[in-house]
Structures are given as C-alpha cells and as structure tokens.
C-alpha cells in the first residue's frame, strides 16, 4: 500500500495506529500518523514533526504510536563544586523546564556553594525496589510462608540474580496483613535505574515461592515498592539512591550574594520547611526539591514521574558557632540511571555527556552513583537559592523582574 491508502485506513478505522510499522520504518511510520490525525482533526502538526533523535530507536524502547517529539527549552547551570565519593570536580548542571526563572536560581546557588568550599554530595544507600502482594489461605500460612521466606534467602537470591549479571539482590522486607503478604525486594542495579530489572527478577522470585509454598500470586506490585507515588515507607527506607548534600555557607557569601543572613535562612528552614510542611501533612520537608529534579531528569532521560518519589525530602540549616550555616538536603528516593530507558536519546545522551556520567561506568554502577551526587548538589543549590530569595524578600522581585 502506498501512503495514502494507509493513512484513508486509518481514517476509516480498518488499520490501527500501531499497525503502521508492518509497512513502513519508524520515521514513516510517525509521518503517516501525523497527517491522519490532521484529517481526523484538522489539526497541523508541524512542530511536532521536526526532531533529531533515531525513531527507530525510539519505538523500540521508548514510546509507542509516535508521531513526534515535544520540545522543553534546556538550560544550563553551574559549574557547581561536588566533592563526593564518586564525583570530585565541577560539573555543569543541564536542565529541561519552560518555568522561568528556575536556571538562575539553581545557577546563583551554584555560585554560593562555590565560594564557601563546595558541596560534599554522599550516596547513603542504595537499592531500587519491588514489592508484590501474595496472598495465603490463612494466617498461619502467611506466617508460614514468611519464616519460609527467611530460610531460604539464599535460594531466593540465585533465583532473582539469574536473571542479571549486573543485578543483586540485597534485602527482603515483608508485612503481613490479614492473608496477604507483602514482600519488597531491594537491588543494587548497577548504573541502570533498574525498574525494569527489578521486576523482571522479582517475578523470578515469586514463582518460585509460590511453586513451594503454595501461596498465591496476586499483583507483582502491591504497592509498597512504593513506586511513583508519596509515601512515608519511601521516606523512611528509601528506594534507588539515598543521597545527602551539604555546604557551610559562609556568612559573607550569604551577604554579598544572597543580600540575607544565617539567622533568617535558618528561621525559614525551620518554619517552611518544617513546620509548614508538617502542618500539611507532606513528606516534602523542603522548598523545592521537585523544581529541580523534575528539570534535571527531563534533560537527561531519566523516567520523570519518579519526581515524585524525588519531591520527598529534608532540608536543613544550622548555624554554627563561627557565626556561618550548615545547609543541607537528604532525599531519601532519588531514582537515576545513565544506561537504559531514555538515556541513549540523542539529546538525553549528550546532556549526561555533559554532565559526564552516560553510559557504564568502569565499575559498575559508578557512574549512577556519581550521577545521584551530582543532582543532589544541584538541589541543594536549588534549596539555597530560594530560601536565601524569601530571606530577602527578592522572590516576587526576581519573578517580575526576568518577566515571568
């Protein structure tokens, strides 16, 4: 069939959208989608149209039924100073957002960092997450099976392991509610993200439990992996990479740049980030966390909805008794990968390279964490920035002032 007779298919409805790669390559394939929807609804989709990266590629590991790209201005901030295990020197922070204003700000905090010393970025742990639910005829049986469980981590381990060379398995976790049991498997994943990993050999795991103990499967996930949803079990455990990031701010920095005190950025930490927090009931102990997360991993190909895993989180500021603060982040659920799912996009890839984190690192799963110590620095400039902008009352100034 040529063109057209494929897209008057998919007017009429005798060919589905996803049925178009039989005939055609990925670009084509896309092309032919767009001028369909322009029939069916009158809409011209020429900015869609116009994109760099490989389609074929793409539809292969990233999206379905693709009929083009959407484009987020990227930005650039930093050179921001890390001194982690894994990352020790500069690093330019690339950042995908259409929020003005939100460069500058992690930019200018970048600056702060950089005159009181650097930050000292650390990967606490690490281990992504899944839990599925089984359930047990009573009981007794679920607690049967969980001391069944703990006598045979050890084969659970082989069974999961087997399914990656770059893959193991590091804790089991386990409730029980009622009959049903909720077992959360915890990886190290290398420098993937690992979802997909992890799933994979957790789905490995349960059918050999079930095959010797009788439970019943019933979802692979149950919900307390916990994944892209807020949840205290996140906050409190963890899952991917447990990160802290923290300068001491020198007063005079905090005066020539940040037009602000020790002493006003500690009372907002305390009453915003704290307090207000609490009030509200949130696990975003922090000013905005999410603001930079999101941005970085839209740059970079990581899967954005773990935003809002990465939006929880502390914040903290303490003056110490030379008269300075000690500033610092904590998120507790940073899921980041430079291999794997959107990181060999062509613009995704060149915004790692930048960084200097895509790919494998000469270790495994080096370059991942060096990538976690990284972000986790960005956000703390984030932090300083915006609770510095309050302490001065210049937050609605610089709004206005950049036309946003």
């Given at each position: 069939?040529?063109?057209?007779?494929?897209?008057?298919?998919?007017?009429?409805?005798?060919?589905?959208?996803?049925?178009?790669e039989k005939y055609v390559e990925a670009k084509k394939a896309a092309e032919l989608r767009r001028r369909a929807l322009t029939a069916l609804t009158g809409t011209e989709l020429q900015n869609?149209?116009?994109?760099?990266?490989?389609?074929?590629?793409?539809?292969?590991?990233?999206?379905?039924?693709?009929?083009?790209?959407?484009?987020?201005?990227?930005?650039?901030a930093g050179p921001v100073h890390v001194k982690g295990d894994f990352a020790d020197g500069l690093y330019y922070i690339p950042m995908a957002t259409t929020e003005g204003a939100l460069v500058a700000s992690v930019n200018r905090g970048c600056t702060v960092i950089n005159k009181s010393g650097g930050a000292v970025s650390l990967v606490i742990k690490e281990g992504m997450a899944r839990a599925p639910v089984l359930k047990a005829r009573t009981i007794r049986h679920a607690k049967e099976a969980l001391e069944f469980i703990n006598r045979n981590k050890a084969k659970l381990k082989e069974k999961a392991e087997s399914t990656s060379r770059f893959l193991k398995l590091e804790d089991i976790q386990h409730w029980i509610i009622?009959?049903?049991?909720?077992?959360r498997f915890v990886y190290k994943t290398g420098d993937a993200m690992g979802m997909n990993m992890v799933t994979i050999a957790t789905d490995a795991a349960i059918k050999f439990l079930e095959s010797e103990t009788g439970l019943k499967h019933v979802a692979l996930s149950g919900n307390a992996c916990v994944d892209k949803k807020s949840s205290a079990l996140n906050l409190i455990l963890g899952r991917g990479k447990t990160v802290s990031s923290e300068?001491?701010?020198r007063r005079e920095e905090l005066k020539n740049v940040l037009k602000t005190t020790p002493e006003a950025m500690a009372d907002i930490v305390y009453r915003k980030c704290l307090l207000g927090s609490a009030l509200a009931g949130s696990y975003g102990f922090n000013a905005q966390f999410a603001n930079v997360i999101a941005a970085i991993f839209i740059?970079?190909?990581?899967?954005?909805a773990h935003v809002v895993e990465g939006s929880q989180g502390f914040t903290t500021a303490e003056i110490t008794e030379e008269g300075d603060l000690t500033f610092s982040v904590t998120i507790p659920s940073l899921q980041v990968g430079t291999v794997g799912?959107?990181?060999?996009?062509?613009?995704?890839?060149?915004?790692?390279?930048?960084?200097?984190?895509?790919?494998?690192?000469?270790s495994p799963g080096t370059n991942a964490l060096k990538f976690a110590e990284i972000v986790a620095a960005a956000v703390l400039a984030g932090e300083i920035s915006l609770i510095g902008a309050l302490g001065a009352r210049h937050l609605a100034e610089a709004h206005v002032r950049l036309n946003r």
């Open positions: 069939m040529d063109d057209q007779e494929l897209i008057d298919k998919i007017v009429r409805h005798e060919l589905k959208f996803h049925e178009l869609i149209s116009i994109f760099s990266l490989d389609a074929e590629r793409a539809v292969k590991a990233n999206i379905e039924n693709m009929i083009g790209v959407t484009q987020v201005p990227m930005g650039v009622g009959r049903s049991l909720f077992i300068v001491v701010l740059a970079t190909g990581q899967d954005a799912g959107g990181t060999a996009l062509d613009t995704q890839r060149e915004a790692l390279e930048l960084i200097g984190v895509h790919g494998a690192g000469e």
